[in-house]
């Protein structure tokens, strides 16, 4: 069952009063940049197809204000897909036994960024399962290296839960950012898709001690979890306000055969748009990516998010014979291209829609300010 959005599937026809409330409150929205939880829920439970088009326009030109049409480029390396987690969504938790496993040793991540140097990228994110194998010494050295071979880069991580400590380490040791979606704002829908074992409070402790070391942080959720519902996704928004991350990572929730959420109903394309374009006119600064699982999910998705107020395209620059394995979620994009492929692909894409690539560290628009001045 799918509880969210139920004016969107049904094609159905708002009367033109309820499109109008529905115009008001994103004018409302886009001017405050805060709605109640009831007007949210609203928007939510009324929007339909025909309002759509105004909501993308009012996060679009949001963003334009901001970042006008550059949209920032991160090369992102998949570093391991071991993980001793048990996320229930996720098909590289420890449970699944039919993956066959992989890390890439200092020297292959290192080979990677220089790739990724050489294409132009000065963002890398390093992005794994929580993979025990890469200790804080390890992590140090590799973060240390990077730095010095490619010293202009911005390095964002993306491993995990961690210790205070050790995210502190990591931050001394020179990495910039640090992903970790929150998941699910919602404690009833966080302890559905996990295990006993993953706690909510830790995941949120995770984030603010993140934002207390110094690290640029990206926080985000997915969107069509089984038995998510309105209520849950306006959490998401509400909590995303208060913590203001300086990224948010939204993508739909894919369905994986080899999780416990098998035969589960996968999101789409419009819902995760929606939940972008209301992030936007929350936080009208944020860095948004257009998720690789929206390209995955519809050949334009990518497209179509820059155009609902996104800003960030992360283009794989994983080895590609590791790509296969890093597989998350089914039918990812790009597994079977080189970095090169999918530099020149989302190049391509960028300008096709009338936006502009660029290719410097892609800060936030306060940092960038501050490192300016
Ligand atoms: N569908 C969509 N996104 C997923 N993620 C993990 N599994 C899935 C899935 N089946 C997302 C999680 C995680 C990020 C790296 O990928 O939000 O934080
Ligand atoms: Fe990888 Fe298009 S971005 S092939």
């Known amino acids: 069952m799918n509880y969210i959005f139920p004016n969107l599937k049904a094609h159905s026809q708002n009367s033109d009063k309820l499109t109008s409330s529905i115009y008001s409150l994103i004018d409302k929205l886009k001017k405050h940049r805060i709605l109640s939880e009831t007007e949210l829920c609203f928007i939510l439970d009324n929007i339909s ?7 993308y326009k009012a996060s679009f030109v949001v963003k334009e204000k901001y970042y006008q049409n550059r949209v920032y480029l991160r090369g992102i390396i998949e570093i391991s897909n071991y993980c001793k987690q048990g996320c ?6 420890s449970q699944n036994q039919k993956i066959e496993r992989y ?18 990228y000065r963002t890398f994110v390093i992005q794994g399962g929580e993979d025990t194998y890469y200790t804080d010494q390890l992590m140090v050295e590799i973060i240390k290296e990077i730095k010095v071979k490619c010293a202009d880069v911005a390095i964002t991580l993306s491993l995990g839960e961690k210790s205070k400590e050790s995210y502190q380490k990591l931050f001394d040791a020179g990495a910039d950012r640090y992903l970790l979606r929150h998941e ?3 404690r009833r829908l966080y302890e559905t898709i996990h295990p006993k074992y993953m706690f909510y409070d830790t995941r949120r402790e995770c984030l603010s001690n993140l934002k207390e070391i110094g690290y640029q942080v990206g926080a985000g959720f997915m969107v069509g979890l089984p038995t998510q519902t309105n209520d849950d996704l306006v959490e998401d928004l509400l909590y ?3 913590l203001e991350p300086h990224m948010v990572g939204i993508g739909p929730y894919l369905c994986h055969e080899d999780t416990p959420l098998r ?3 996968s999101g789409t394309l419009q819902e995760t748009l929606v939940m972008v374009a209301l992030t936007r006119l929350l936080l009208p600064k944020v860095l948004l990516p257009s998720t690789t699982a929206l390209g995955s999910l519809d050949p334009m998705g990518r497209e179509m998010a820059l155009e609902a107020g996104a800003n960030v395209l992360m283009p794989n620059i994983s080895p590609t014979e590791n ?4 597989e998350i979620y089914p039918d990812k994009i790009c597994i079977t291209d080189t970095s090169g492929q999918c530099r020149n692909c989302i190049e391509n894409r960028i300008i096709a829609r009338g ?15 501050k490192l300016k001045s």
């Open 49 to 55: 197809l025909k309002e759509i088009p105004y909501l």
């Open 323 to 326: 790509r296969i394995l890093y």
């Open 184 to 186: 699910a704002a919602s």
């Open 263 to 265: 035969g589960s109903k």
């Open 240 to 242: 995303v306000k208060s």
């Open 103 to 120: 890390r890439l040793s200092q020297s292959e991540i290192l080979a990677a960024c220089r790739i990724g140097y050489d294409l132009g």
């Open 88 to 93: 229930f969504y996720c098909g590289i938790n």
């Open 355 to 369: 936006h502009v690539v660029d290719l410097s560290r892609g800060d936030h628009f306060d940092i960038e300010k």
